[in-house]
């Protein structure tokens, strides 16, 4: 049987969003349905989607759910939490600035600022292994990972999802397309990995592009920004807040180190609504 969802497309610095209103329709999609979805061609098109429904837990304005491309769910996603807050605000569904938010993660706390741009507390970066999870003897600043083109450096972190950073000297011509596919899957990273490629500019500012697990490249990656921003700081490169240039638009990430809480600041668009039939 057929049923027909309204949805709104929405981006954040090009990472581009279906969001679904879990709350005031009943959405239930397999995972055939959210690669259709996702598909450019056949589908609505876009790198996730994104559920926003009633929370599970005390003290929480909503639950955040995301689907990468390929159908699979994930824990986090930094530039659908912007687009969710703008999506809640626009919608009615809540009036106060700064909302909780349930993640698989754990709770975020996204915040609309007064010129439309949105604050995302990323929480803490995690850089145990078996918190990334990331197979290492030991913690490290960095990793040597052995790929098909011979070994490579990278920083491991999570951010409520895995990343591999790895230092670029041009982003442009950096081997996204064949290095990003091989370090997702490598089997040192159990679930699969994000892979970010960082071009330092100076010490406030860098290019990043990031091959996302389950959506390939994307045109920005909100904890990729984050996770690159943190290896940076993490070895003496980067200051503590830091300009992202990605292929989308610019983020501006936030971190003082240690256990200290990222904070992410970009852009949150919403680009049309529809009505599907799945």
Known sequence: MSHVYKFTKMHGAGNDFVVFDAINQYVALTPEQLRFVADRHFGIGCDQILLVERPTLPGVDFRYRIFNADGGEVSQCGNGARCF?????????????????ETASGVIVPKLETNGQVTVDMGPPRFEPADIPFVADARATTYVLDIADGPVEIVALSMGNPHAVLETCNVDTAPVATWGPEIEHHPRFPQRV??????LLHSRAIKLRVFERGSGETLACGTGACAAVVAGIQRGLL???????????TLTIRWTGGDAHVYMTGPAVTVFEGEIEL
């Open 239 to 249: 200051e503590s807040t830091v300009e992202v240039q990605t292929r989308g638009g």
């Open 194 to 199: 994000n892979v970010g490629f960082m071009q």
């Open 85 to 101: 807050v703008r999506f809640v605000h626009d919608k009615g569904l809540i009036g106060k600035p700064e909302i909780k938010v």
